[in-house]
């Protein structure tokens, strides 16, 4: 294989792993917060793009990620913010 080869399935796994991961916090939000979780997937339609959407870096939220701003108790901010998704207040 060569080092394209090798990065490229390394990128792959990686993704898998992410995606797991988004999956895995879409559950555990269900289960502690079924308000919040219902509200992420009326906003993003299905659970993939709903666990897409809490692992990824968010202008919204000065790069961090919506998981991150969760965990550091900042509910509210995430609520507001897909709020305003499905308004379409925000691209």
């Keep these: 294989m060569t080092d394209l080869e090798i990065l ?7 993704g898998n792993q992410l995606r797991a991961a988004s999956l895995r916090a879409l559950e555990i939000i269900t289960v ?14 299905n ?3 709903a666990a897409s959407w809490l692992v990824l870096s968010q202008p919204h939220f ?18 507001n913010v897909l709020r ?8």
């Design 8 to 14: 490229s399935s390394d990128v792959i796994a990686l």
């Design 84 to 91: 305003r998704i499905q308004y379409g207040i925000c691209a």
């Design 47 to 49: 659970a993939d793009f």
């Design 62 to 79: 000065n790069g961090k990620n919506p998981l991150e701003v969760l965990s550091g108790g900042q509910r509210d901010e995430v609520v």
């Design 32 to 45: 502690t917060d079924g308000e919040l979780a219902e509200k992420l997937l009326q906003t993003f339609g």
